[in-house]
């Protein structure tokens, strides 16, 4: 890994905020699991969650553009699981949903643990996820139409969120646990490595605080090559930063 990409992750896990998210109701279109994701990221959160019973909508590392080796998607079978697990957070549900209730998403306070529901594209979030949302948001319209595609609204309140949260400061302290920084070191500067774990069915090693792989012989030999070997292909890769 060089310099400048461990720079490039470490700068990025200073900024993840790990009571922040997203929840997907059946959100399953390609090209919006593509913009949220890679919204999701931009803004720094660390985990997204998705309500999908059917795997045929679990997103792909092809679906996500690359954007899910940096954000987490956690898979949930059931709205009610979803939901009782993000509260169980400690987080306050929101609900974009045009109701009696629902006030602009500029007036929450998004620095408190939040989830916000995001509803399929055609039929919007669920009566069940709208019982148990604690507070309904809308984003004002003015025009004909009453929503904005799914994307495009996850993107508005993610940054007014961002906006908040950077004002309160809370971009200033990583609070990302060790072992996920490890992981996210280890798979993102040092994907070959990465592959060949998951291959092999070995643990991942630790990655020190220059980047580099710290790891037992015993770990070497059952990757079945040399340490200088690996590292000459490693040095090979070519790398995004």
Not at 78 to 93: C, F, N, P, V
Not at 107 to 134: H, N, R, V, W
Request: hydrophobic share 40%.
């Amino acid at each position: 890994m060089t310099p400048e990409r461990l720079q490039r992750i470490n700068q990025m896990l200073d900024k993840r905020q790990i009571d922040l998210t997203l929840c997907l109701e059946m959100v399953h279109k390609t090209q919006n699991l593509a913009a949220i994701l890679r919204t999701a990221d931009a803004v720094g959160v660390s985990k997204l969650h998705a309500v999908w019973p059917d795997p045929k909508m679990w997103v792909s590392g092809h679906t996500a553009s690359g954007s899910q080796q940096w954000v987490d998607v956690h898979k949930h079978a059931s709205t009610k699981e979803a939901i009782e697990h993000l509260r169980g957070q400690g987080m306050q549900i929101l609900a974009t949903n045009l109701s009696d209730r629902a006030v602009d998403y500029r007036e929450i306070d998004y620095t408190k643990p939040t989830a916000i529901l995001m509803g399929q594209e055609k039929f919007g979030i669920s009566e069940e996820a709208l019982t148990m949302a604690d507070q309904d948001i809308i984003i004002p319209m003015e025009g004909m139409v009453q929503s904005l595609n799914v994307s495009v609204a996850s993107a508005l309140i993610l940054y007014e969120a961002q906006r908040q949260r950077q004002l309160a400061g809370l971009y200033d302290t990583r609070k990302i646990d060790e072992a996920t920084c490890q992981r996210i070191l280890f798979e993102g500067g040092h994907p070959l490595f990465a592959k060949a774990c998951k291959r092999k069915g070995l643990p991942y090693p630790h990655v020190d605080q220059d980047g580099q792989i710290q790891a037992s012989d015993e770990w070497w030999a059952k990757m079945q090559m040399t340490q200088e070997a690996w590292e000459h292909l490693d040095d090979d890769e070519p790398q995004q930063v």
